[in-house]
């Protein structure tokens, strides 16, 4: 970024005035589904899919695509500030939603940290065109929070890899087009230190996608199975064996999520889906709102939802300045997971008797029971809440790690259940 | 669920467990999600075999119980319906059977014969004095020898499903009861979704249905009494129905935690989580108490069962639902999805706690009895 | 109890009846501080010890006084079902509560399970007369959780033992007449080896008794400090080093505490001092008994009170009966903590503004803070709540134990804080 | 606190917590627990010479601030308040001496100087819209040229310490609010007990108070939004102050986790207390953002500073009281104990919560103002 030292950079308020003229002639209104991510059939969420792609297509004609990332790759080369301003002008209109995490952060993020300039000039200006929509290869079936235990293994073939194995919860990986995979290329050595990042292009021969069906019958989620898959060597990210390198701070943009300066979206879309508005539309209809029950819970709910806010705030602050902990980011997660749980459940018992059953045209109520019943979501993905709470204790707080039995031990021979006997690769 | 149950209760309950995993093991239920009734043919009647059915009915009606306590007989059932998802009408016709049984009437009589021995289902509806923000709007008029119905009730338990429908209305006098065929002219029945995927529930509208006079169950005006003791019995199995879901999912999660392996080291090995385990198990350990001493109260027609009832549904509703979803929790992503078993009891648990009075309605009631008793005393 | 066997034993009904007609000619009502114990000057603490000394002493001369104890200890050799009828006939009225825990539980349990005869037929009878109020010297400075871990030396002189150390948290020991006293033996062997139980008379020379004064002003608890003290073997507890023998009952004796079937007291008494009347009352004077929040926290302060009596029961029940885990007592314990915290919490939350600050003449409400300031107090003593959730979930539900340092090392070498380096015995 | 402090606030931050490590660290305190003012002659001078009471008054009444944003210069102050339990007027003197600064009149301004310096604290009393359960009982009614009180306010802190007194009152036509000598005649200062054991409160007594009526505090009836300022500026004070006693009463705790063993391992290495200690990190976290971003809306007078202060209270009130106690019960006995530090904080942030609306004031008005925005909308 040093070329772009030499400039002056525009006033933030300058570009927010600007910004605001452009948004209210281009931005409509946001459409139903864009943040629920839950579609009925498949044809209507490849047309919101695509829908999205022109979003952004349309942020990037209109000059304002990738407003942090670098002038070199397409972007603007601006400052938080100014993707802040960016966001709250945007406050109430529509953005691609599916484009902001994984794509932007922690994909876009680990290509910008890692990426060879080859593997940069090739995607980024592509992602922030809206040709392309990347995915995580991250999470395996059994593998819960210990993604630095990944069984996928990649084995060198002159200079291609064959990857095999089992990937899981990948976010629109069905209809996604690149992703980042993390696999095994050593299991003579300690977990940490046999593990690679490469670049997968998703709809290829070999890589078979899933559809996983949740609780609400949203099926956006997909496992993967990779059979003798074949990547260029050119699409490693980061070195050989050095997979964990990339993959802290891919957990680090994981965790930031959202709150990442690389992320385009309106202020306050993805702030608990059942915040204040929602909680006293529910109350309207159930005729609950002059019961003082009700208010003292729609009083929590706005309660967790500003404070959540400004905790964001403060953390978008403190962390670049050095005044927080570079891991202050897993707060962020903790209490947004736990904040959202709790508006999830307020919406609830404010629906009282009518949670648990409805018609279709019940209007907010319909759904507040399903929310309910997908209400740990908010806890899990992004890193659990408890391995929030781990990070907080243990690299904030710098009380002693929790003992493991997979440090300092051949991966192949860590324990991995009761029953089973260590895998090693095919 | 009772940590002492006689040979007989014992033998029931085996038989119970036997005929759930063999006519709607979980496999099943998954291809019966999206079938109108929930359960296949010819399972209803075998359950109404086995006694299901009879255990609030005298056996005068043809009915009879185990223990003497038909109502904590009963509740052994509906635990066992928890442990499993099991589908089927229980609450609502054993709610309808009682009625039946405790009046008199040919017509009366002959539908209750058809609902002991699984030929017909019941339901019953507007039931729900504790959702003082719903109150039930269906009103009942004389209209010289026949009675007139109008007005809606929702939710209503397997009203799809059933043959007869207990109608609690308002009459001029006050609440009455009447018990109608659900193929009366003027009766719409309109399927409602729900959260869980093994019951069904349905929105019905009267319009001016009519029924003769034979159809009253009990007096006129007078039915406020049975109307409350009906809400108690099914709270008592919506409880023990929940205590049974919460076990199910906990010691699925228990092994889960044993089985499943982070950073090399059992989940069960974890401090954080084992606290969580404790924590559940004691609300575990305390809605089985709670629901037992709400049957055996209830049963008994005790003077604290309003109390023990409302306790029950307030601290089951609540914790219930915690423990469900903290399994989910520590499941991680397979809790949520719908190949997973755990679901079946998170929705069984969740929408138990919205029928028959949330756990806030219930907590209101308590307050009530509690300030009513401190200014007596 | 072989020689009880051959009498018939009473009918629990005609026992219940025999006893409600004494009681109501024998117990008056509960006196204010009997159940908080707290009392603004000693003298005044100590006149309601006499009291309670005398009504055990009414209770024994009127038959009724160990209704669960040997007979030939002066007991009355009945059921834990004749116990629970005379405590519910027994309810709301007075009764010797500074002697239910930890004189007849666990002191005098423990002394049944493990005391010579001789040592029985000295001290049952006579704390079923009222002439001894026990204590228990177990908890040290620092030592927390790990009473195991007793640094309290005891070295053989002979056919005395000398001791030496401190203890602490000694509800009433400034005014009690015997302990419990556990200590170490033997600092050669691991933590659990090493461990001896005697008798120690309370007031002696060497045995300084300190007062701890808490939150509330109370000044009950105390700390002692041996010096040297001289026990005759014959107060020995158990044999030598097997002390963790008798400490592990005495733990299990200690969670049972108002429970066990040794207690006489009356129903309901301890159920959460915050419980229903205390919290309607709050409300009443708060002008808050309409409101529906109020209502809703009523509901569950009552809620809390009712499922934790069934629990309670359920327990009585299922552990004799070998229905449920002998480490159930462990689950009672927790609920009743919890239960209890959130009772004070719900006490100082119906009387809002007014909790902070009061008046003597306030009523009800004028001790709701400083209740609400003490209400972790219910998650201590007895076992602290994190202890009862390691029992349950290593010893009901079998989960691994958590890695202990002080597992087949001799206990000098234990680490005891990151600045200590081992103490040994002097 | 805030992340970034200027140079100035930084100096001025450092010789704030210079003096109380000075004149009133704990051990000083508690020897003063049943001193009448809780503090030592020349400890409040000292700390108004440092500036404490100037922060929110004009440079022309002869305060001034560092930042341009007093409010938020002075949540500095009551921050560390916080983490060193200090004693003091502070929030009332802050809150009489800027509406004085706010008004005209020279028996005012005289009153200011003498606040100013330190050789005066005031009070206010009456100032609470948010507690609707508990109205203001001070009536305020003219008689010639003469204002007659008449009424009770309670708790009042430091009324005994106070030479002055802002009373709010009930006027015919409004709020109204008036300045009075504390030895005025009728007035009556009943000490009440409190939890905290560094402050005190009191309860007066207005029996025919005369007072001129250069002793208005802005227009007669017309103080509502004064009042309504002024109970931002406290409030805002109050979080502040009890989010310094967390992060004191976290700290220690964590200390405390690091040093104390059990079982040969240091509690700090128990992950079931590893994750409360990362859960109370994060309230503390909150604690921090929602009060410095409520001091700063009330500072800038911004449209939403009546909503941040509401979450500001209704947040800090719960978690802050709830991370006091998990703070006790990791400490074991000794956390309940007068012996220990840590009471002094579990004090402070409990009778906080208690003053300006507890949390259960603040969701009601928050409800309020997310109702009404809704309907709006």
Redesign the interface.
Known sequence: MSAEMNEPIEDVEAFRLRARAWIGENMGPPQRGDLVRYYPDDAEELAAVTRDRGLQRRLYDGGFAGICFPRAYGGLGLTPAHQRAFNEELAGREFPSRLTVPTFTPCAAVLLDFGTEEQKLRHIPAILRGDEIWCQLL?EP?G???VA?ATTSAVQDGDHWVINGSK??TSGAWWGDYALCLARTNWHVSKHQGLTVFIVKLHQPGLEIGR????D?STE?CQEFLTDVRVPDSDRVGDVNEGWVVGTRWMFHERVGHNSPLVTMAAGAFRGGSGEPYVVRIARE???LD?P?TRDLIGEARTLDLVGRHLLRRLALGVPSGKLSEHSPAVGRLFGGIAA?RQSTIAF?IA?????????DDGAT?DV??R??????A??GGG???IS?NVIAERMLGMPR?????RN?AFRD??????QTATTEA | ML??LSPDQDLFRDTTVRLLADRAPLSRLRQLQTDPAGYEPGYWTAGAELGWTSLLVSEADGGGNLSGDGLVDLSIVAYEFGRHAAPGPLVDTSVVASALSRHDGEALKAALGEILSGAAAACCMGV?PW?P??PATIDIRRDGDQLVINGTA??VESAGQAQYLLVTGNAAEGPTQVLTPKAAPGITI?P?????VTRR?A?VVFQDVRVPATAFVGAYGGAADEVARQAQVAAVLLAAESVGAMEAAFAMT?QW???????????????????R???M??WL??S???S??AAAAVSANAADAA??V??AK??IGEYGVELA?DC??LH??I?????HDL?FF??RI??D???Y??P????????????GR?KA?
């Open positions: 999470s059994g819960g929070s210990d235990g899981v919860w996983i069906e949740r609780l019958g989620s159930g005729g609950q019961d029950r749980v018992e009282g008797g009518a949670a648990g059953t409805w018609a279709e319909a029971g399903m309910f019943l997908m209400r740990q979501a806890c899990m659990t809440t408890e709470r929790e003992p493991s039995m997979d031990v860590v324990p991995r259940g009761p029953r | 940590l002492v729900t959702q923000n719903r929702r939710p309109r409602l979704k729900s959260l869980d529930f929105e228990v935690a044993f089985d499943r392996y982070s950073f090399g080291r059992p989940l069960a090995s974890y401090q954080a989580l084992k606290h385990f404790a924590d198990k004691s350990e305390a089985h108490a709670i037992d001493a109390e023990l409302s306790a307030a601290y979803q989910v929790q991680g992503g809790g949520v999805t719908a190949e679901h998170l929705r969740t929408l706690r919205t029928l009075g949330t806030g309605d219930h907590r209101q009631r308590l307050a009530d009895m509690a300030v401190e005393a």
